[in-house]
């Protein structure tokens, strides 16, 4: 069973710059996506970024390219999302997944958000 915590949320204002960690317990056979969702309030899951552990593959949503960066610490077992230049719209509670078919890394901005295990999620605030 693969568990998820998450951590590193908070607030900040618009500018600025937030870490999340996502701690990975337990695994699947093989290779394994790990991703961030971002869901507003009110609003659906939205893929931000994925990584694949067969050699670190990433993909990004439009609005995560050039701002946030997924990296994956194989001796922690983390994976984390590097958030710069945040915006207000960037606000709400950020979710980590893991899954153990590659097509959920390559489509993960596309819904729907079908992964096989979820974390609780972290709140960001992003003031204006």
């Known amino acids: 069973q693969v568990k998820l915590v998450e951590s590193g949320g908070g607030s900040v204002q618009a500018g600025g710059t937030l870490s999340l960690s996502c701690t990975i317990s337990?695994?699947?056979?093989?290779?394994?996506?790990v991703a961030w969702f971002h869901q507003a309030l009110g609003k659906d899951r939205e893929g931000v970024a994925g990584?694949?552990?067969?050699?670190?593959?990433?993909f990004y949503s439009d609005s995560a390219k050039g701002r946030f960066t997924i990296v994956r610490d194989n001796d922690k077992n983390t994976v984390s999302l590097q958030m710069n230049d945040l915006k207000p719209e960037d606000t709400g509670m950020y979710y980590c997944?893991?899954?153990?078919?590659?097509?959920?890394?390559?489509?993960?901005?596309?819904?729907?958000?079908?992964?096989?295990?979820w974390g609780q999620g972290t709140q960001v605030t992003v003031s204006s």
């Open positions: 997944a893991a899954d153990p078919r590659l097509q959920r890394c390559v489509t993960v901005a596309d819904p729907p958000a079908d992964f096989g295990a």
């Open positions: 337990g695994s699947w056979s093989g290779h394994t996506c």
């Open positions: 990584i694949w552990s067969g050699g670190g593959l990433t």
